[in-house]
Every structure is written in C-alpha cells, then in structure tokens.
C-alpha cells in the first residue's frame, strides 16, 4: 500500500499529465515494491533448508546419507543456495562458474551440487507424500497425479503466475503512452521535462518487464527441473516392483520412451502452464486498450480474434491425433532398437542384422508418416497465427474505414503496438495448445505405466527364523505367470525343507522348475495356497545379471567389505585367476550386460554375490550350466557342500551327477512334482526321473564304449592320478604355461576399462555441424530460399507500417491526403504479400527439416548396424538409445523450428535497429558500443554454456541405462532387498543430470538480464534522441513508428534463439559421431563370391591363426594351425578363457585374424563378403535368443521355408506338441526377451532354425547348456540324423555331448594343445583324458 500511496504522488506532482497516465505510474511502482516483498517472503532460503531434514527418514538412514554425499561431483553446494537478495535479482551468483569455464572445460566435478531443497531425494519425498497423501486406493488417475505435482511445487507456480502479471502489465505501459509521446513530439512549445518523464517511464516499464521475464524463465526451468525429478523416480520405483504379467505389456521400448520423451515434455510443459488462463486475460486487456482508442472498430478485431481462437478446435483435434499416432509409432521403433541391440552379437552371426535393419527402416517410414502429418500441420498452424495480428489489423482498419472512425499517426502506432502484444497470447495459443495435447498424451502414458500391476507383498510370508527348524513349507500351491488366464503353470505344489537341507529340484525342459524357484521368490502370482520363508534368502538367475560397474561392487552388492571372507569366495568360486587376468582385477568395469564377460565368469560371479550375500536359504537357478566339468564339481563342491553346508539350498540341475548328492530331490512334470525323496528312494519309483537318469546312464555307456573296458576303467580307477593330483597337476601346468604370456598381456594391455566415459566433444559447436544439418537436404537448396522468403516478409512488414504513419494525418485536425480505398488496398497487398512470404518459409523450413531428420537417420542407424563387435561391447546401449530417441526427436521437430525462430529474431532485430537508426543515428553512438558489449558477454558466456548443455546430454543417458538395467534384473535386486539402494543410485543420477541443468539456466538468464539491463539502456538514449530533435526534421508519425519498433528492441531474443539452438544443436553433433563409427568389411564382394552350393564339403583349414581383442592387447589364438575335414564331428574342449569361442568368432569373422588364415572349401573367409560367410555357417549360440514378434518369424526369420518345413523342425525338436497346444499355433506370440519361454525351449527353438537351414558346417556353442541330459541326448541324435554329411563343430562342458565325434581340439591359452580322435588322447595321460576322468569321476560318485 505504501508503495501504490508513493506512486499516485509521484504521479501527482505531474498535474499536468493524464489520470490515466497517473495511474500506470502508481501501478510501476507499488509492482517493484510488491516484487520485493513477495521474493523474500517466497523464496527464503533458510526456511525451506530448515523443513527438507523433516523428510530425511523417509528415504534413507543417516549414514547411508552421508555415504551419498561423497559421490561424484563437486563438494561444494551452489552459490544460488546462499546468494543475497542483489546477487539473486542480477544472477550474480554465477559468476564463479562462468569464470572457471572461461578458464578450463568444465567437467561434471566443476559444476556445484544443487542445494537440498532442489535435490532429487527431497523433491521425490515432497512428491511422493502429496500423491500418497491423496487417497489410499494405490490407483493413480491423471487428476491424482497432476495434483501432486501442482502441490509439489506450489511455491514455483504461484511465484512464476506473479511474475507473469506483473510481465504482462508492464508489456501494456508503452504502447499505451505512444499517443502520448507522439503528441508531444507534435505540440509545439512543450516542457521539456514532460519528455524525459516519459522516457524515464518508456525506460522503467521495459526494464520492469526485462527483469520479471529473466526471473519467469529460470523459475520456469526450476520447477521443470522438479517435475522431472519427481517422476524419473517415480517411474524408476514402479519399475521396481512391477509383476512378471506387468513386463511383458511394458516393454523396456516403451520404457525408454516413457524417460527420455515423456517426461522432457511434462517437464517442458511448465513453461506453458500460465498461458492457459494468461492468454485470455492478454487477449482481453489488448482489446480494451483498442477499445479506448478506436472505439466500435476495436469489434471487429475482437470477431477476428475469435475466428482464430475457434480455428484451434479442429487443428487441436488434429495434432492430437497425429502426435498419439506418432508416439505409438515410435514406441514400436524403439522397442525393435533395444531388443536389436540386446542381441547384436547374434544377429551379427546369423546375418540378420540387414534384414532387422530393415525392420526398422519400416518402422521408422510409418513412424514419419505420422511425423509429415504433424510438422506440415503444425507449419499451417504456425503460418495461420503468424499472420494473425497482420489479418487483425486488416480487420480493424478496414473496419475503422469502414465506419468513418478517423485515425491518426499515434491511433494507428498505438494499435500497431497493441497488435504486436496480441502477437505473442495469438501466437503462443498453437503451441500451448500443442503442448497441452502433447503433455496429455504424456501423461496419460505415464499414467498407464504407473496402474500396472505391482507384485503382490503377501504372496510370500516372510517369518524370522527364530530357531525355527523349517526354512521352507508350500501348501496346497497353485501358481500361474497370468492371473487372467485359467491356466494353471505350477499345480498342487506341497512341500517343506528343513533349515540344512540340500533340495535338488529337476525335470524335463520346460516342467516348470525355474518357475517353482519364482514362486518360493514371490516373483509369480498365487492362486491359491500358502507359501511360508523362515529367514533371508539370495538367488543366482539361470540367465546371468551382472550390473554395470566394476566385478568387487557385483559381489558385494551393497554388503560393507569383509577381507577374508571376500578371499574365500573369490577362491571358492574359482574366480582368483580370472581376476589376475584382468589388469584392473577386480577393480574392471563389467561393460553392459557382462558383456566382456565369458558365460562361465557371469554365473561365478553371480554365485560369488550369492554366497557373500551370507542368507539362510539359497536359491540357485541351474548354476552350473555354463561352466566346465571341472569348475563345476569345484563349485558344487567348495560352494554348496562346504560353505553353504549348514544353510539351505534348493538347486535346479540339469547335471544328474549332482542329484544323489541332494537331500531331497524333486522331479517335476507339467508343472507338477511327481516324484519327491532321496536318489536312491525313487530311483525305481517312477519313469519320470528314471527318463532323465537313464538319459544320463546312457550317454555315460557311450562313453565308456569310446575306449576299451579294461583301459578306461584302468584310467579311472587306477591310483597313478588320484583326483587331487589330477586337479593339482593341472593347475601346475596352467601355472607354468601362462607366466610369460600372463606377464606380457599384464604389460601390454592399455590402462584404460573397456567401458569409457562418454565422448563429448570439446570447445563450440563446429561450423561444420551446422554446415552439415543445413546442406543434408537437397545440398542446401533451400537455405537461400527460406532467408530470402523471410527478409521479404520482414521487409514488407516495415514498408506497410511507414505506408500506415505516412498516409494518415499527425493529428485528427488534418485532413487524409489520400482516398480510403486506395489507403487500405496497398496496406491489405503489402500485408498479403507477407503472408505468403511467411507461408513460403514454413513450408520450406518443414520440408527440409522433415527430409534432414530421414537422412540422418538412415545414415546413423547404417553405421551402427554396420558397426564391429567391440563398439557395441564397449558403448552401453543406453548411449545408443539416447540418439535414437532424444536426439533423434530434437532433429525430428525442434531443430528446425528453432532454426526458423532464429532467423525471425535476427531479421526482425536487424529489421528494428534500421528503422530506429534511420529517424535517430545518433543511436548508432549508443547502438554500436552495446553490440559489442553484448558479443562480449555473450563469449563471456558461451563456454559455461555449451559445456554444461553438452554436460546434462551426457548425464541423460545414465539415467535410462539405470533403469533398463534395474527392470531386468528387479527379481535380483528384490531377492537382494536392494531396492532402497538402486534408488539412492537412481536419484544420484538424476542429480547429476539436474546440475547442469540448473546452472545452463542461471547461466542463459545471468546473460539475458544483461542484455535487457543494455537494451533498455539504449531504448532510453534513442527516446532521449527522439525529443531532442529540431522540430520539422522528420514527420512525428515516423519518430512514433521508430518508438513503436523500440518497444520489442532486445538482443536477448537473438541470443536466446541462439543458445536454444545450439543447445539442440548438439544432437546432430551426437548423431554425427555415431554417423562416423568404422565399419565392419563388406557385406558382399562381388568380385569374390562364393558359388550358391558353397560350402559343399565342410572342409575347414586353419593356417598359422592368431587373433587379437585389439591391436593394443596380446593374442588370444597363437598360431593354430590344424584341418577339420568334410563331414567330421570336431570337439573342441579347454578350461574357461582358453580360447574356445574366440575360435568360433574368428570363425564367423566377428574377429578378424591378425595374421594367418581360415579356408572353408579351399576359400579364403576373409576375401568374401561377411554375409555371404555368415548367411552359410550355422550356429547354436551359448545364450539362446528369441526376439519379440511370433514363433514363426523367430524360426524363419528370412521368410525361407514353408510352414510344413517349419513343424518338421518343431517336432525334431520335440516342440512340435508344445506348440499345437498353443492358440496361434506358428503365429503364438514370443514375449521380449522370449521370457515366455523357459530357456530350455528357447534352446530348442534356436536348433529348430539351423535344422531348417541345414549348413554344411554347423557349430554348436555350449549349445545344450540349458537343457536337461534327456533332452541333450535327444539334440545330439537329432544332430547326428540330420547332419550326418556336414562338419559339426561342438564347444561343450558336457563330455557326454563330444565324446561321439571324430576329432577332439584341446586348447589351453590359446594354444592347441591337442588334436586327435577321442580314443587316441584317452590312451595316454593327455589333458583331455583329465577332463574326462574328472567328469565322469563326478558322475560316478
């Protein structure tokens, strides 16, 4: 009040102003005061650093706090958290960053925490209260959650609606004095202090403006910045606990979207949120102000106002339309990347990657026929409200001529102001409506994702031990995967284990064991039934999950390090020489998925974590099954028999051997456990578990048949090599073969991990980046076309204005000089001209924009479908995905609408400097010395700028790789009860994410306040300039228009356009990186291919091959050389890291010889084309693979072979029963990942392919793993019967699946060892003999 009282006096001590005139200055004043008061009472920090450790408890202990606060990035909290009041107002506080950046490239530990209020940990705790708060149905609905998110942030919303107020009161100030300055210009005689009165308001009001519009934004970006973090976690928590049932519906594509697009534009939508109720309000103010100056013609602006409001009904409709269609579309494309990405390295050696690539090349043409319909619309709408104030002044004037209202110069510059400021509500209203249908659809998907089905709590009763004998007990149990499905997967389950038990569970593929082990996890829905756990348990996945990080963190996992109890598990699990391999040991960083991991090295170290886990029941998933005989009867030995010898274990085993040893053995069939008891107890019981054991007696008859009676049982019996000195030699020998080569891979390996930090270019934006987006397109063609179209319409703008102030009268006392008609004909051409120069320049910008987009694409995607091997082992796929999706959407909509924003800003700025210039060049003193000040601040600036832009692009990626990694391994971490800390992780991520972040925005405003604080300045000395010009010189109507035009004057919209641009700029740097990736060798050579029948022998010859990981590291093959010949079974057998699948990639050339040489049929491998080497090999991979889509197009995925070649191979396989039963027969759907299918039958289904395919070589890659002895037995007699003419080459643990070949290679390090038939090596004390006596020692005990 105090401050409205000062105004009305200052304004009365001018008496002879208007009332009017008075009360704006009264309004000016009291607005500073109030601004003052409200910040301070708002925005104190100390109060709101008081509140956030009330939410402390909510989230983590103490100590798990002050762990957190020692992780990456800078000790020292932002300088915004304790800046004064003037620091506040002129973001001063930045000052040190920007200093620091002018002097180094930033780097994530240069840029300063946000302060705990802003923190991730405390906006997710507020967020989380208010949307726990609101009802306890557990169902979030759209009004829930956007409810929360308003409470959240409050203080942020109505703070930001003040400043729009007070922003758009003070945008109303100028154009409503400029009849009064242009009055002044025209009375002879004025009082000189009146002028400068004047231009003291002219300067206060858009200084006003300057700094309430600084402070809109950057609290705008802040509570951005909230929503954000609130629902990254929000998102990340649900992913947690989804249900098995839930996962399949939500793929991790669709969960990519929902972080990376989803969230950036509920998070973007904060910057409309006022213009929903503020438009109007401009809309209405404008045509009172019109109203006071043309009376009845202020009408007709209001109907044409109207007709363009009423327009955005259907446009709205529309673009909601199309932006569904295209986020849909887009899901789909992302969902086929990441599975295509998952599964490189198979659909590398399959030949598939071509054809996938081409999956996608469809997906992403339909996705763009959704993205042509939404960018031409939205350059329609943009055209339409572009030409909106133009259209509403066509209206008015015609209409003021018309009625016969008379008009004057300041009338018409008046309306001109005024038609401007109904530029920007006109304007904003597409885009907010866009926005609001954008943000619904968002919302909506985030909605969808978070009523998912979570895991129910009670599945399980989780009771303490307690001295409790029993550790498990499952009554009358009944489980299936889908609660709506009458189908029951695990049927009148009864069972208890007592605490100490060893519970070996077993059965044919696909009987339903890996889903009894989920049920006693609580990971599978119960129907009925009780299931009780007596104390803490830990779990080993068949399908190895390694988190990305280093190997001691994975054993760890979460546990505080006990030294000796670390050394024994690592010796225990066999894992002691492997770390010594590594030159980091323990300290590698694991790259994604375990992928610089070999099978048998993910499952130890899996069973390492298990066991210094330390729980009271264990649950292991078939641990055995990627490792050798050996390893594996040192596993179960020192693991489960003696440090897990007082605790309680339930094992699935595919190894018969390691039944009797179990004391209690469950059979399972169906889903049902038939036989259960001691191995010798229902031995003879039923045929269930006498066709799994007598598949194992089998296979060991064969073995014993390889060699004579008398020599074999000699070599297991005899007393020359006890089992001890046989392991002990062996390890000798180990010893004493690897030091050199140990020493020399020690030496030469680089010091850096295979997984580095993300590239990011250094130093500005290369020229050559945008050189390169503009002329993709049609080389460029359009780039004059669209400047000249702009130029054009600028220049009309302005020709048309001078045509408006030079045609009418100064005064109403003169009369027109020239007719009405002719006066608002020429205005209406010059008008229309604009509009299609206007019009011409969308269209153009679109187009190219729309084509650019395409083109990168292609090319981006080509080079990484093209790309080797060790990219894809070296770059997480979620640095991948974040071009495919973020970058590639900036190219898809944003980059060329901000390159056209741009170019209006700088035509129209250029285009308002001449103008003013041309009435007073003594602005160009003031003009010329604030240009160069503004560069210099604005180079000042750039460097924190770009880095930290480039920075928060960089952390985006962790954040989504975080959460695709935590979904697959949930039932890990929740076994684990690890969830409090991989959310602690997850907010750390998003903090490190919001940090940049939030100093780009103090930063892009601490430069823009300055701008304005200049513009101002200069707006001033120009009015200055204006009244102190002899009268006469210039026409007051031209002095008006060039106060008019001052009235927008600002750099700051340059610059702004500017910094936003190259802030997005930088993702067609991005995808330029990955547009440059070296490539892989050809595909095809022309000159070189191999006839259509080749190869039609098998023979393969391997002369002098030594193949390296890179050029930098030691060979993993030493100079083999060796022959497999046409139509012979080679086994190929050695300890872990001998060198077995590096052979088999050497092979299919995923790893190029160094030296020497592979011939298959007398043809050099690596003078062909990869596809026509892949496309004729076969393979049965280690990890079997089923991609997303139908059974069929995982078996024929080349669309080769009719459906009755199709279920021949299913029923050799033994699924040709399984799959009859199924509703879509061929066509049954295969879930992501094919979790839908148990591994076994997976298995199955990848031996299904190559029975169709039917190579003449064929390589099996530890390919009966996962299957249990019978079905082994099974495979081996299929392979037997349908590739008796082809050469079968067999890397296997199993000696049962390679003792009935031709040939055996032993290698060891590298180095073939041995080569000779089975019944050769086993008659003398070769090394293979010692694998076999180890093995089938272990399955006679």
Same mark, same amino acid.
């Given at each position: 009040?105090s401050?409205?009282y000062?105004?009305l006096h ?10 009017s005139?008075?009360l704006?200055?009264?309004?000016v004043v ?15 920090k ?14 983590k202990?103490?100590s ?12 020292s ?13 002129t973001?001063?506080w ?20 946000l ?11 507020h967020?989380r209260?208010k ?5 306890n149905?557990g169902?979030?609905?759209k009004?829930?959650?956007?409810k ?9 919303i ?9 922003c758009?009161l003070a ?6 004095l ?10 002879p ?13 002219f ?22 910045l909230?929503?954000?973090?609130a629902?990254f ?9 989804l ?9 991790s ?11 950036e534009r ?13 438009v ?7 045509l009172?102000?019109?109203y006071?100056?043309l ?8 109907i ?5 409001m ?16 295209l986020?849909d ?6 969902k ?5 990405l ?17 999956k996608?090349?469809?997906l ?5 026929r959704?993205l ?12 339409v ?18 009625l016969?209202?008379?008009l ?29 249908v954008?943000?619904?659809?968002s ?11 979570e895991?129910h ?12 004998d029993?550790a498990i007990?499952?009554i ?39 889903s009894l082990?989920?049920?006693i996890?609580?990971e ?15 779990y ?35 894992l002691?020489?492997?770390l010594?391999l ?15 991991l070999s ?7 899996q ?10 029941i ?15 009867t ?22 018969v ?8 053995i469950?059979?399972m069939?169906?889903?049902?456990i038939?036989q259960?008891?001691?191995?010798n ?16 007696k089998?296979?060991?008859?064969n073995?014993n ?7 074999f049982?000699?070599?297991i ?6 089992t ?11 010893e ?6 140990y020493k ?26 945008y050189w ?7 080389k460029?063609a ?8 702009? /130029?054009?319409? @600028? &220049?009309?703008?302005i020709?048309? *204005?001078?045509?408006?102030? $030079?045609? =009418?009268?100064?005064s %109403? ?10 006066f ?13 120069c ?18 990168f ?13 060790s ?6 796929s979620?640095?991948i ?10 190219l898809?909509t944003? /980059?060329?609408? @901000? &390159?056209?924003?741009l170019?209006? *800003?700088?035509?129209?700025? $250029?285009? =308002?400097?001449?103008v %003013?210039s041309?009435v007073a060049?003594?602005?160009?003193i ?5 240009i160069?000040?503004c560069?210099w ?25 975080h959460?695709?990694?935590s ?10 009860d690890?969830?409090?800390r ?6 750390k ?7 940049p ?13 300055r701008?304005?604080? $200049?513009?101002?300045i200069t707006?001033?000395?120009s009015?200055?300039?204006l009244?102190s010009?002899?009268?006469?010189v ?26 936003r641009?190259e ?7 991005r995808?330029?990186q990955y ?15 191999p ?14 091959l ?12 030493r100079d083999?050389?060796?022959s ?22 050497a092979?299919f050339?995923?790893l ?9 049929d007398s043809?050099?491998i ?21 991609f ?36 879509g027969?061929?066509d049954?759907a295969?879930t ?5 299918w ?11 392919r190559?029975?169709?395919k039917?190579?003449?070589v ?22 037997k019967?349908?590739f008796s ?6 890397i ?23 080569y ?5 090596l086993?008659?003398?004390?070769s090394?293979f003999?010692?694998l ?10």
């Amino acid at each position: 009040m105090s401050c409205s009282y000062l105004g009305l006096h200052i304004g009365l001590y001018w008496k002879h102003l208007s009332l009017s005139f008075q009360l704006f200055v009264s309004d000016v004043v009291s607005i500073i005061g109030g601004l003052l008061f409200c910040y301070a009472g708002l925005f104190g920090k100390g109060r709101e650093d008081g509140d956030t450790h009330l939410l402390e408890p909510l989230l983590k202990s103490t100590s798990c706090r002050n762990n957190d606060d020692k992780d990456i990035g800078g000790e020292s909290v932002t300088t915004y958290a304790n800046a004064n009041l003037f620091s506040t107002f002129t973001f001063a506080w930045m000052g040190p960053l920007l200093s620091l950046a002018c002097k180094k490239t930033l780097d994530l530990e240069d840029v300063p925490q946000l302060a705990n209020y802003d923190s991730a940990k405390v906006v997710f705790a507020h967020f989380r209260n208010k949307l726990e708060f609101d009802g306890n149905d557990g169902q979030v609905s759209k009004l829930k959650l956007m409810k929360a998110l308003v409470l959240s942030t409050w203080k942020e919303i109505l703070w930001t609606a003040l400043l729009t107020i007070v922003c758009t009161l003070a945008s109303y100030i100028g154009p409503n004095l400029i009849i009064t300055f242009v009055q002044y210009l025209n009375g002879p005689h004025q009082q000189e202090y009146k002028g400068y009165a004047l231009v003291f308001i002219f300067f206060l009001s858009k200084l006003i403006r300057g700094f309430s519009d600084r402070h809109l934004f950057f609290q705008l970006r802040k509570m951005a910045l909230r929503v954000r973090a609130a629902l990254f976690t929000t998102i990340y928590k649900k992913g947690l606990r989804l249900s098995s049932q839930s996962k399949q519906s939500s793929t991790s594509g669709d969960n990519i979207n929902l972080m990376s697009v989803d969230v950036e534009r509920i998070g973007i939508f904060s910057w409309y949120l006022h213009d929903i109720w503020m438009v109007p309000i401009q809309i209405i103010l404008a045509l009172s102000f019109l109203y006071n100056n043309l009376g009845l013609a202020s009408l007709a602006a209001f109907i044409a106002t109207m007709i363009l409001m009423l327009a955005n009904v259907p446009l709205g409709k529309l673009q909601n339309k199309f932006q569904g269609g295209l986020m849909d579309s887009k899901d789909q494309r992302m969902k086929a990347t990441s599975e295509a990405l998952r599964n490189m390295r198979i659909l590398k050696i399959q030949g598939w990657e071509m054809k996938l690539l081409g999956k996608l090349i469809e997906l992403r043409n339909f996705e763009t026929r959704w993205l042509k319909k939404l960018v031409y619309t939205s350059a329609i709408t943009a055209f339409v409200y572009s030409s909106a104030p133009m259209f509403v002044s066509m209206v008015t004037f015609g209409f003021c001529m018309l009625l016969g209202i008379p008009l004057d110069s300041g009338t018409i510059l008046s309306a001109f102001a005024m038609f401007e400021i109904l530029r920007v509500p006109i304007y904003t209203l597409p885009d907010t409506i866009s926005m609001v249908v954008q943000t619904e659809v968002s919302l909506n998907r985030i909605i969808s994702f978070l009523c998912l089905d979570e895991l129910h709590p009670n599945i399980v009763q989780k009771l303490p031990r307690d001295g409790v004998d029993i550790a498990i007990e499952i009554i009358q149990g009944n489980f299936t995967w889908d609660i709506h499905s009458p189908n029951l997967i695990l049927k009148d389950i009864n069972f208890r284990v007592y605490h100490g038990m060893k519970v070996a569970i077993c059965g044919s593929v696909g009987s339903g064991k890996s889903s009894l082990l989920s049920c006693i996890l609580g990971e599978m829905p119960k129907e009925s039934g009780a299931i009780k756990l007596y104390g803490i348990k830990a779990y080993v996945s068949q399908s190895p999950w390694i988190q990305s990080g280093n190997i001691v963190d994975n054993i760890l996992f979460g546990k505080e390090m006990n030294q000796e109890r670390y050394e024994m598990i690592l010796e225990a699990c066999s894992l002691k020489k492997d770390l010594e391999l590594f030159t980091f040991g323990d300290q590698t960083v694991i790259g994604e998925r375990g992928i610089n991991l070999s099978g048998g090295q993910k499952q130890r170290i899996q069973i390492a974590r298990a066991l210094y886990h330390d729980a009271d029941i264990y649950l292991l998933d078939d641990p055995f099954s990627a490792v050798d005989a050996h390893t594996g009867t040192h596993l179960f030995k020192e693991c489960l028999m003696r440090i897990l010898g007082l605790k309680t274990v339930i094992y699935v085993t595919h190894q018969v051997e390691f039944l009797s040893s179990a004391d209690l053995i469950l059979v399972m069939k169906d889903g049902m456990i038939t036989q259960a008891g001691k191995y010798n107890d229902i031995l003879s019981l039923g045929t269930d578990f006498m066709e799994l054991v007598g598949a194992h007696k089998k296979a060991l008859a064969n073995l014993n048949s390889v060699e004579h009676g008398t020599t074999f049982d000699n070599l297991i019996n005899g007393e020359e090599i006890s089992t001890l000195l046989c392991s002990e030699e062996s390890n000798q020998d180990d010893e004493e073969r690897e030091p050199n080569n140990y020493k020399t891979k020690k030496f030469v390996e680089p010091k850096g991990q295979i997984v580095q930090e993300e590239k990011r270019e250094k130093n500005e934006v290369s020229l050559s980046v945008y050189w390169k987006y503009v002329t993709t397109a049609y080389k460029g063609a359009f780039v004059p076309l669209i400047i000249m179209a702009q /130029i054009l319409s @600028q &220049i009309l703008i302005i020709v048309s *204005s001078y045509w408006m102030v $030079l045609a =009418t009268p100064f005064s %109403m006392d003169m009369r027109p000089q020239i007719r009405d008609s002719t006066f608002i004909f020429v205005y209406v051409v010059l008008i229309l001209g604009s509009s299609i120069c206007i019009f011409t320049r969308s269209i153009l910008v679109v187009t190219a924009g729309y084509k650019s987009a395409t083109l990168f694409f292609n090319k981006m995607h080509l080079c990484i479908f093209r790309a080797p091997m060790s990219f894809f082992d070296s770059t997480p796929s979620g640095r991948i995905l974040n071009r495919v999706s973020i970058d590639q959407s900036a190219l898809d909509t944003f /980059i060329p609408r @901000q &390159i056209e924003e741009l170019l209006i *800003s700088v035509i129209a700025f $250029l285009g =308002t400097a001449i103008v %003013m210039s041309l009435v007073a060049w003594k602005m160009l003193i003031v003009f010329i010395p604030m240009i160069v000040t503004c560069i210099w601040y604005q180079k000042y600036y750039t460097p924190a700028a770009r880095e930290l832009s480039r920075l928060f692009g960089v952390c985006q990626a962790p954040i989504i790789q975080h959460f695709v990694e935590s979904s697959l391994g949930s039932t890990t971490i929740r076994c684990f009860d690890q969830e409090e800390r991989f959310m602690d992780t997850n907010l750390k991520l998003v903090d490190e994410y919001s940090r940049p972040k939030f100093h780009f925005s103090g930063a892009m405003e601490w430069l823009c306040f300055r701008m304005d604080l $200049l513009a101002s300045i200069t707006y001033a000395f120009s009015l200055i300039f204006l009244i102190s010009i002899p009268e006469g010189v210039f026409a007051p109507g031209v002095m008006g228009l060039a106060v008019t035009y001052g009235l927008s004057f600002n750099m700051h919209g340059v610059v702004w356009d500017l910094n936003r641009l190259e802030t997005k700029i930088i993702s067609v740097e991005r995808i330029l990186q990955y547009s440059c990736i070296p490539s892989e060798p050809p595909l095809l050579v022309i000159e070189n291919r191999p006839s259509h029948d080749w190869p039609s022998q098998g023979k393969v010859d391997i002369v002098d091959l030594q193949v390296r990981y890179a050029s930098h590291l030691p060979p993993v093959l030493r100079d083999l050389t060796c022959s497999f010949p046409g139509g012979m079974k080679i086994g190929i057998v050695g300890r872990t890291g001998s060198g077995k699948s590096t052979l088999v990639q050497a092979l299919f050339r995923m790893l190029e010889a160094t030296t020497g040489h592979i011939l298959i049929d007398s043809i050099n491998i690596s003078k062909i084309g990869l596809h026509d080497l892949r496309s004729r090999l076969s393979i049965i991979p280690q990890d079997p693979t089923m991609f997303q889509g139908t059974l069929r197009n995982n078996l024929d995925p080349l669309e080769e072979y009719t459906d009755e070649q199709i279920w021949e191979a299913l029923d050799r396989v033994q699924l040709g029963d399984k799959v009859r039963k199924k509703d879509g027969k061929l066509d049954s759907a295969v879930t992501e990942n094919g979790e839908n299918w148990s591994i076994g039958q997976r298995q199955l289904v990848c031996l299904g392919r190559v029975l169709l395919k039917r190579s003449k070589v064929l390589v099996l890659d530890e390919a009966t793993a996962s299957v249990d002895t019978a079905t082994d037995y099974l495979i081996q007699q299929t392979l037997k019967q349908h590739f008796s003419m082809s050469t079968v080459i067999t890397i296997a643990h199993r000696m049962t699946s390679i003792l009935d070949i031709d040939m055996v290679l032993l290698l060891d390090n590298g180095v073939l060892l041995e080569y000779d038939s089975p019944a050769k090596l086993l008659k003398t004390k070769s090394s293979f003999a010692r694998l076999v006596k180890e093995y089938t020692r272990r399955c006679s005990s």
